[in-house]
């Protein structure tokens, strides 16, 4: 099953193959980590809060 690079969490199979690359299974963050954020190759800290 796929998880999140960044907290471990679960995600979909339908989650990870829209929002990773081909060949990379597990994405490197997920709507559970409100406080990153995809940038380009990398992840950051979100510059504004993220409310639920």
């Known amino acids: ?3 999140c690079q960044n907290c471990g969490g679960f ?5 990870a ?3 990773t690359p081909r060949g990379v299974d597990d994405p ?3 709507p559970d980590c409100q406080d990153k ?3 380009g190759a990398d992840v ?3 510059r504004s809060p993220r409310d639920p």
């Open 1 to 3: 099953m796929p998880e």
């Open 11 to 15: 995600v979909t199979e339908r989650y």
């Open 17 to 19: 193959r829209v929002f």
């Open 28 to 30: 490197r963050v997920c």
């Open 37 to 39: 954020i995809r940038d």
């Open 44 to 46: 950051r800290d979100a």
